[in-house]
């Protein structure tokens, strides 16, 4: 065997034991913690959770906007195992998605990959499914694992935001941790109120809006019926027009010349689709 195909190998394998450790093991501290970090009481960390199928530009924005304006020590990655709402499921697997984001996100200052929201451990059912991943409980998890005074916040992306009220107890979430939304381009700000989980409602906090690093942030403030009030920030800058289904679509109709995804794509992430043919059919 070559020092070439033996390296790759070697990778092949780490990769699988990485892998089965994320599918295998028990929901613990340890999938929830990246590489067994410890955050120091005042860190604030970000859950950024998503199918990322495959990760993009677009993530890597929404990622630094947040990071920068609201000085995160930690933006976790977290690919999600099974989307509750997405009914047709992922198209590359969770294994080739994880190794995609932790490609994508290489060398960022703070950002890390999570396997907070990895395929949980098989049920009881017949056949055996694997439960959903829900936000919540996520989130729940996450913040048992941080020390006293460290900040949690969840960050989407707008259109994920406006199918909120659909989610798992999605009142609770906003409080489990404050929701920072990265606008998407067409999505209007007004669209807000409307998108909220039943139960709450939006005030301005206009003194928290801020503009740090160049990032504009816009604050609010969420209320729950027992009079709870949550944090709620949106960045209303961020137009970045790039989606991953339109990115699985052109690489699909483009499998020949394979420039698909040349301006979306981190490069590292564009060559591993193409070493592993994903998304061609
Ligand atoms: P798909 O098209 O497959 O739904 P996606 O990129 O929209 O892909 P995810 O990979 O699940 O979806 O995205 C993870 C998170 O990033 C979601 O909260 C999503 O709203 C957000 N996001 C993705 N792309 C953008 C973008 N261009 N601008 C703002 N937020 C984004």
Known sequence: MSQAALRSAMRRRSRQARYDEAMNQPDSADRLRPSGQVWQSGSRVAFFGGSFDPPHLGHLAVARAARDAFRLDAVLFAPVGAQPLKHEGSTASFEHRLEMTRLAI?????????????????????????????????????????QPGCA????????????????????????????????????????????????????????????????????????????????????????????????RAQIRDDSKNRTAGREVLPAAVREYIAQHGLYRS
């Not at 005030?203 to 990032?215: H, Q």
């Open 106 to 146: 290489a060398g960022e200052r703070g950002f890390a990959v999570s396997l907070a929201d990895a395929p949980r451990p098989l049920g009881g059912s017949r056949p055996p499914r694997r439960p959903p991943n829900y936000t919540i409980d996520t989130l729940v998890g996450l913040r048992a694992i941080l």
């Open 152 to 247: 949690l916040y969840c960050l989407m992306g707008a259109d994920s935001f406006f199918g909120l009220r659909r989610w798992h107890r999605a009142a609770e979430i906003p409080f489990a941790a404050p929701l920072i939304v990265a606008w998407r381009p067409g999505q209007p700000l007004e669209g807000l109120k409307a998108a909220l989980p039943q139960g709450l409602t939006l005030e301005p906090a206009p003194d928290d809006d801020r503009t740090e690093s160049g990032v504009a942030v816009r604050a609010f403030c969420l209320v729950n019926p027992t009079g709870d009030r949550a944090p709620f920030y949106v960045l209303p800058g961020l137009d970045v027009e790039i989606s991953a289904t339109e990115i």
